[in-house]
């Protein structure tokens, strides 16, 4: 079954920031990334959080906490071309598994 | 740009037949996964192999599904028969780091599968 949390949908205004959480199971955990997937389109990569910390990409940043289990994507001056499917999907015991996905809108 | 390669992009077929898809994945890539995806969930992995070899199966329903990496290169993912609960998009993804190092992953376009 699916280990990982993150909300199904999430809802935003173009030009502002929108946050999507994840949280993850502990148990051979060692890392954390995220994915983009548009409609009919392959997943594609974003980002990795191996370590605690911020890792910044551009508009796209991600984010791990490993005592909290925790991390988020945090996309910036959001575009129409960023209304998308976003996964995290974690490294654990030698394997990449998903989420069940975040739906994000974005309103003009 | 390397890619992976998938073949069919559609495939339609009745339940009880046998349906077979292919994926050659990004050149020099050891670790290739195969994925199943249902509209609306995420990515749920059937296989991982490493080189030629099968390092994870447990999700894969092994009364009708195979895959086989024969050479290490490229894969075919097979089920028989097909039912109608198959129809999905199974995706290959491959990359090229063990694991435990990254978990970037490249994925082809996919196969839609319908089962009728």
């Known amino acids: 079954g699916q280990s990982l949390e993150q909300p199904s949908e999430v809802t935003a205004v173009e030009g502002a920031i929108v946050q999507i959480n994840c949280t993850y199971q502990?148990?051979?955990?060692?890392?954390l990334s995220w994915y983009q997937q548009h409609d009919g389109g392959a997943p594609t990569f974003l980002s990795y959080?191996?370590?605690?910390g911020l890792e910044e990409t551009g508009r796209f940043s991600s984010f791990l906490s490993r005592s909290d289990s925790y991390g988020y994507l945090l996309l910036q001056e959001l575009q129409m071309k960023d209304s998308a499917s976003y996964f995290c999907?974690?490294?654990?015991?030698?394997?990449?598994?998903f989420g069940k996905g975040t739906r994000l809108h974005i309103l003009p | 740009e390397a890619e992976v390669a998938q073949s069919p992009r559609y495939k339609i077929t009745e339940k009880s037949q046998a349906v077979a898809f292919w994926c050659d994945p990004i050149?020099?890539?050891?670790?290739l996964y195969w994925y199943r995806q249902i509209l609306g969930q995420g990515p749920e992995l059937l296989v991982q192999?490493?080189?030629?070899?099968?390092?994870?199966d447990s999700q894969l329903p092994k009364d009708r599904f195979s895959a086989e990496r024969l050479k290490g290169v490229d894969s075919t993912l097979k089920i028989q028969p097909a039912e109608l609960g198959d129809s999905a998009m199974y995706l290959c993804?491959?990359?090229?780091?063990?694991?435990?190092?990254?978990?970037?992953?490249?994925f082809g376009q996919g196969t839609r599968l319908t089962v009728v």
């Open positions: 993804a491959s990359s090229a780091v063990r694991q435990g190092l990254n978990t970037e992953a490249f």
């Open positions: 502990t148990s051979g955990f060692y890392g």
């Open positions: 959080n191996a370590l605690d």
């Open positions: 999907a974690e490294g654990r015991d030698d394997k990449i598994i």
């Open positions: 050149s020099g890539h050891a670790t």
């Open positions: 192999f490493q080189d030629e070899s099968v390092v994870d």
